[in-house]
């Protein structure tokens, strides 16, 4: 929901390194208003939600190791390293914005944290939340005082957009590795962000924030409500505000929303009584998540580029409907594709390959 927009957009993946990434001036037809609201609900939000309920996993893991009297990290440190490889190799062949591999490190610097007490886990928590705020501090001054790239809103280069209209594969592939450490600037920027949603989503699954009883349900209410009442305003404000304040909306406001987001969803899943076809093809997609991350980025590259049916040049100048319907199908694709595969195998293809590595 987020990507698409990066797939669709003149100059792709490179037209983020100009600043075209940022949310779009406010427009009050129908086409605007749409492309708005839907930027809006996705932008950012995704992004922390997963890290929380990387967390969660790992929490998981760690209280599975305990209870078994492993050691730890011990096996987890190998299933971080296989994350970061299958993350360079996404990086270099599919998407230049990869999220794995920044997950890999943070969950690597994370779980051995979880190995200190839990006085140190919340001053560690408390030093990455500082930290965040600062880098936001000085990045939205740059911002404003004209330094950044962020605020240009000049959108890719004739060049860029070139090289995804109608440039060769391997001529995709050879700028990324050519312009990697720009590509990669994400994961350092929101790196200690990514610290404090990881240690987050340990603390919210050991305060029950999953748990199907009583307390669970309490503070899944007060997450969505917290969350979405105090989230929704500020990145709103954010996005009023203009493409200057962008990374404070990214990276700042739209974790609070996150945070709405997962109590609301658990809110909803508690009214679930009989589960039906749509649980059941969520489900399929949360048992296979890798995979489907990766093939989602691959429709949407073999869609858009040149290199496959050329679809961000050829309806450039059709408005936001076929990158929402492109977003459609990926879902329909995804939902399909994920029960239809757990029918026949027990794991999702990078899963599969995972656990054999990890056993190996």
Sequence with gaps: MTNVWLFAAPGAEAGVLKGSAAMPAFD??????AEGTFRFLADGKFLSMLTMLFGVGLAIQFRSAAKHGRTWPGRYKWRALFLFAEGTVHFVLVFAWDVLMGYAVVALLVAWQLTRTARAQRVLMGVAAGVHVAVLALLTAAALGGTSGQGSGGGAGAEAVALY???S??????????????LRIEPVVSFALLVFL???????????????????????RRMCGWGLGLGLPLNALT???????????????????????????GLIVDRVRRPGPLTAGLSAIGRTALSCY?????????????????????WADHGPWWVMGLWAVVCVVL???????????????LETVQKRLLRA
Aim: net charge positive; proline share 3%.
């Design 335 to 349: 939902f399909t594709g994920a029960r239809l595969w757990l029918r026949y195998f027990e794991h999702g293809p």
């Design 198 to 220: 990881f240690h987050l989503g340990v603390r919210l699954f050991r305060a029950g924030a999953f748990a199907p009883d009583a307390n669970g349900r309490r503070v899944r």
């Design 28 to 33: 009050a037809s129908w086409a605007g208003v």
């Design 239 to 265: 996005a009023a505000a203009g493409s200057d304040f962008y990374l404070l909306g990214r990276y700042g406001a739209a974790p609070v929303v996150a945070i709405g987001y997962m109590g609301l969803i």
């Design 165 to 167: 209209a109608e440039g």
């Design 169 to 182: 594969y391997a001529e995709q592939i050879a700028f990324r590795l050519h312009n990697a450490i720009g």
């Design 294 to 314: 990766v093939v989602q980025n691959v429709l949407c590259m073999l869609a858009c580029y040149g290199i496959g049916l050329g679809l961000a040049a050829r």
